[in-house]
T-cell receptor, first 112, second 116 residues
Framework: DAKTTQPPSMDCAEGRAANLPCNHS???????VYWYRQIHSQGPQYIIH???NNETNEMASLIITEDRKSSTLILPHATLRDTAVYYC?????????????FGQGTELSVKP | DGGITQSPKYLFRKEGQNVTLSCEQN?????MYWYRQDPGQGLRLIYY???????QKGDIAEGYSVSREKKESFPLTVTSAQKNPTAFYLC???????????????FGNGTRLTVT
């Protein structure tokens, strides 16, 4: 599975867009990019995932570069409740011979 | 609402005792997983099960056991053989991956186990 690299921490002003980067330069052609977030003492919450194309849902947008070596998660209007650790994972699920490796993520602090 | 329920949220045990953590899902998901999270670290896979009555070891299965007698339930037993059992334990599930190859994992809210 591709290893991912994320900044350990980021700050964002409330109401502004939060752009969280992720590098996955060793990603294979069939590996997806997943984003999760975890608020303290809770389970990780699924946000979004994609393979090649940009994706958008009610929570966020995922922008994947054309070479697929990096991606950016965008929270368009960050609120205080978006303060959490954000995990970027590149890989396959288990029955496809892969596993999702959760690293240490990016700790996003949304400030008033 | 569909979801994954882990109970209890906090669990305390004496060293040398086995303890079983509950995980129930009503999402009709085929696959279920157990992870362990230690402070400041990512998640590590303990066991996973893709179908009833079948399960596979993950990266850190030693000292743990599981069963999958029902689709909805995947209990984890932390045995006395686990050397460092104090941790935050997370259960997850996903749709049958043969039908939806990129189905994401959905997590419960965890059980924090403290062994003294």
């Amino acid at each position: 599975d591709a290893k991912t690299t994320q900044p350990p921490s980021m700050d964002c002003a409330e109401g502004r867009a939060a752009n969280l980067p992720c590098n996955h330069s060793t990603i294979s052609g069939n590996e997806y990019v997943y984003w999760y977030r975890q608020i303290h003492s809770q389970g990780p919450q699924y946000i979004i995932h994609g393979l090649k194309n940009n994706e958008t849902n009610e929570m966020a947008s995922l922008i994947i570069t054309e070479d697929r070596k990096s991606s950016t998660l965008i929270l368009p209007h960050a609120t205080l409740r978006d303060t959490a650790v954000y995990y970027c994972i590149a890989g396959l699920l288990y029955n496809q011979g892969g596993k999702l490796i959760f690293g240490q993520g990016t700790e996003l602090s949304v400030k008033p | 609402d569909g979801g994954i329920t882990q109970s209890p949220k906090y669990l305390f045990r004496k060293e040398g005792q086995n303890v079983t953590l509950s995980c129930e899902q009503n999402l009709n998901h085929d696959a279920m997983y157990w992870y362990r999270q230690d402070p400041g670290q990512g998640l590590r896979l303990i066991y996973y099960s893709q179908i009833v009555n079948d399960f596979q070891k993950g990266d850190i299965a030693e000292g743990y056991s599981v069963s999958r007698e029902k689709k909805e339930s995947f209990p984890l037993t932390v045995t006395s053989a686990q050397k460092n059992p104090t941790a935050f334990y997370l259960c997850a599930s996903s749709i049958d991956l043969d039908r939806v190859a990129n189905s994401p994992l959905h997590f419960g809210n965890g059980t924090r186990l403290t062994v003294t």
